[in-house]
Each structure stands twice: as structure tokens, then as C-alpha cells.
């Protein structure tokens, strides 16, 4: 099969760890004999200081034309540390999540045995643990009416949601959890805010569609909490915009390293897969930084195509090399020796393409040692 797969590297890492993705694609499409089309526009801080805007058109039609997106991270310190400036890397994805309507964030969380020892909350807290967090993506406070006073002093960020703008990310979330152990719980802040009632009203009705999934509610300030204390109680979460941004963060600590987690991003027409961890501009160009959530960002993209071997095969791939150790450097262990992001690009790419070789020869020749016949 072929396809046409837009690539939008990016600032920062992302250009980094987007080709170790592309590496893994790579390898999928020689093993399982498909074509896959690369076309590389601009987004972000890099897209501004090519063309003065950080979305240009180009951008999006070679997007909106696309069979997936494959992305990497925007953000530059510039314009961090510029409160005045009124353009900005991160308008660009806000700007294209718009654009092509991409309303449901997924981002997968999940507890790698080999990185128990990774996060700061005790083993047997987080082992098991498998959430999958439906995020809604293209409304609330994000894409509100926003006002400044004149002078200065007073600022007005607007919240609004509908109807339809919930059902339609429900229903998504509804079908993942009965293809999961059938749970889902709704986060909201439904004694305070009045778009949160109209969520958890909305999302009541829906679930009468799916009597096989057992519903339930949670206050946001709880359900922090309890992601620290006990996240193996979630399997599915919903939650709107804003609230999503914050729960998905924090959940980050169960899998070891921000470095580990991926997601899509899904609309009617297109959809968009990007690791969570942003442009880390502290390590750009160094090879330092984890291109796993990028990689496994590539699972879930071959998965949205309806390829289900080939996603399973980077999945292996990763599994393998984290049992093997062959890891960035924030993923050691104490005394545990660590690889570059490209390395560990190769060695993604290098077990797909043979995965019958013996765990000894990958591990030698991918941390630079002599090979055993």
C-alpha cells in the first residue's frame, strides 16, 4: 500500500526525533512491503522566521491532502521569554488543530516494566498500569473570547462547549473503552462550572448507547490526586480541554519519563500523532534527547491507517529495546550505561527488519561492541 504521510519536524528536538520515527517507518514499509510517501512542510518558531507566520498555507494543504501527519514539537525560548510578543510558535498548532478539526486528543499512559524503577511513585502503585486519556481538543478556555482592560489590570478568558462538541468525542472514547475492560470515567468540575454540568449531562445520554461500559464521574482536583495514588483504578478518561492538558502532565510521572509518552490527535478527515514533550530546546542538536515517544507516536499513526501488524511491530521493537537497555540517557538506571537518540533510532529500525537475531547480538552491536556469531 502506499501513502502520503506529512511531516512537520518542527523546533527544538523535534526535527531529532521525528527521523528516528521516520527510520521506523522506514523499516515497517521494507518488512510489510508498503510506500510511504514523506512530504516536510514548516510549523512553529522555524516557520516564523521563514515565512513571518508560524502556519503557513503551505503547511496546511500538504496536511489537509495527507493520509496522516506525523509531528514533532514547536516552541523556542524567544518567544518564552518574550511576554510581549504577539506571535508565537505554539499559535501555529492551535491554529492547525483548528484547521483540520481535530477535536480528540488520545494520549496513551502506560507502565513500562523495564521503567517502574524510572518513577518517582512507588512500584507497586503504578505496575499495570494501562489508561488511555481522550482529551478534547479544539474548544473551551483555549479557543475562548479572550479580553485585556484597557488598562492592563483586569484580564476575561472565556470557556464554552456544546452539545455536539461533547457527543462527538463521547462517542470515541465509548468505543476505545469496549474494546479495552470496559470503564470510563468522566473528569469534570461539574459543582462549579457550568460547562462542566452540560459535559456530564451530555456524556449520561451517550452512555445509554453503551450499557456494556460502566460510567463514572470525578471532580478534576480529585482526579489528580488519585492518578498519583491509585491510576490503575482508570482505563479510559474524558475530560475537556484545559482539564486534559493538566491530567495528561501529571500522569507523564507513571510511565518514567515524558520522553515515553505519544499521541494523536483526530478529526473527521485527518489526524495528527506527536510525542507530548515539546521542543526541549536545551537539547537540540546534542543526540541526547528520547525519541521513543516520537517512535511509538508512529505506532499509533500506522494503527489510524488500519495497520495493526505493523503498529504491533514498533511496539515489540520499543519493548525490546527498553529489556535490552538500550536507552537515552534518561531512562538509565545508576551505573547503567546509555545510547543517542539516533542510536537508538537504528536499533528500532535494525530489530522490525530482523527480529529473529539473538537478544546478545542486538544488544553488542547497538551499544558498539564486537558481535557474537
Known sequence: MKYTIAVIPGDGIGPEVTNQAKKALDAVAEVY?????YKEVQMGACAIDKTGVPLPEETIKVCKEADAILFGAVGD???DNDPTAKIRPEQGLLQLRQELDLFCNVRPVKA???LLKNSPLKKEIISGTDVAIFRELSGGIYFGRKELSKDGKVAFDGCQYSVDEIIRIAHLAFKAAQNRK?????IDKANVLETSRLWRKTVAEVAKDYKDVDLNFMFVDNATMQIVLNPKQFDVVLTENLFGDII???A???????GMLASSSIGKENALFEPIHGSYPQAKGKDIANPLASILSASLLLEHLGLQDEADAIQRAVE???DLGITTKDLRSKNQTFTTTSKVGDFIADYIENQEDSNMNFKNIHMGQSTII
Open 33 to 37: 512491503d508498503h510506500i510511504f510517501l
Open 248 to 250: 495528561s502532565d501529571v
Open 77 to 79: 525560548p524567544r518567544f
Open 320 to 322: 525490546k529495546s527498553l
Open 252 to 258: 507523564c510521572v507513571i510511565g518514567g519519563s515524558i
Open 112 to 114: 513500562y516494566h523495564h
Open 182 to 186: 470496559k470503564k470510563l470515567t468522566l
